[in-house]
T-cell receptor
Framework: GQNIDQPTEMTATEGAIVQINCTYQ??????LFWYQQHAGEAPTFLSY????GLEEKGRFSSFLSRSKGYSYLLLKELQMKDSASYLC?????????FGAGTTVTVRA | KAGVTQTPRYLIKTRGQQVTLSCSPI?????VSWYQQTPGQGLQFLFE???????NKGNFPGRFSGRQFSNSRSEMNVSTLELGDSALYLC????????????FGSGTQLSVL
């Protein structure tokens, strides 16, 4: 089975840094994805990790530890437009299993 | 390049009816997968099709079915609708390789009354 956990909500101030943790227990692993979803819109791809370590892409970074079943998404220099739901997802063969999502609210 | 297109955008049905949703993938993409999104359950995998064959299936009852056509367009059908089927149904496409990112459509918001 698949079990993917992430916090339900996080609040941070504009310009700050927020780290969203994701822990997973899955029967297979072909990589871990992070998606961003604004209310009423489709999820959009943020990052992909298949090997251990940190992947940096502009203001967003994602880290993976396969031995610990752990990942985090780091959002730096937060902007109001970063207020959204962030979804952690584990790929197993051709199936993507999602966590329930973390709603991030950025305050001015 | 056009994105993933889902139709209709909104749909209202009553219990017991059936519904068909349509998804056109990005040109060149041969894999289409379907997800159900609800506030309580998040995104749940329904099934995935590649070259007209179902490769993977989630844990949904047999009332949920799908198919893929030779042009890679896909449809999903839900028969004997229940109130709990009210959800956002998202379609995503890729070329079909396991480590590819999914490109999502905007979804079909289904309300069952």
């Amino acid at each position: 089975g698949q079990n993917i956990d992430q916090p339900t909500e996080m609040t941070a101030t504009e310009g700050a840094i927020v780290q969203i943790n994701c822990t997973y227990q899955t029967s297979g692993f072909n990589g871990l994805f992070w998606y961003q979803q604004h209310a009423g819109e489709a999820p959009t791809f943020l990052s992909y990790n298949v090997l251990d370590g940190l992947e940096e892409k502009g203001r967003f970074s994602s880290f993976l530890s396969r031995s610990k079943g752990y990942s985090y998404l780091l959002l730096k220099e937060l902007q109001m437009k970063d207020s959204a739901s962030y979804l952690c997802a584990v790929r197993n063969d051709y199936k993507l299993s999602f966590g329930a999502g973390t709603t991030v609210t950025v305050r001015a | 390049k056009a994105g993933v297109t889902q139709t209709p955008r909104y749909l209202i049905k009553t219990r017991g009816q059936q519904v068909t949703l349509s998804c056109s993938p990005i040109s060149g993409h041969r894999s289409v997968s379907w997800y159900q999104q609800t506030p309580g359950q998040g995104l749940q995998f329904l099934f995935e099709y590649f070259s007209e064959t179902q490769r993977n299936k989630g844990n949904f009852p047999g009332r949920f079915s799908g198919r893929q056509f030779s042009n890679s367009r896909s449809e999903m059908n839900v028969s004997t609708l229940e109130l709990g089927d009210s959800a956002l149904y998202l379609c995503a496409s890729t070329q079909g390789i396991t480590n590819e990112k999914l490109f999502f459509g905007s979804g079909t918001q289904l309300s069952v009354l």
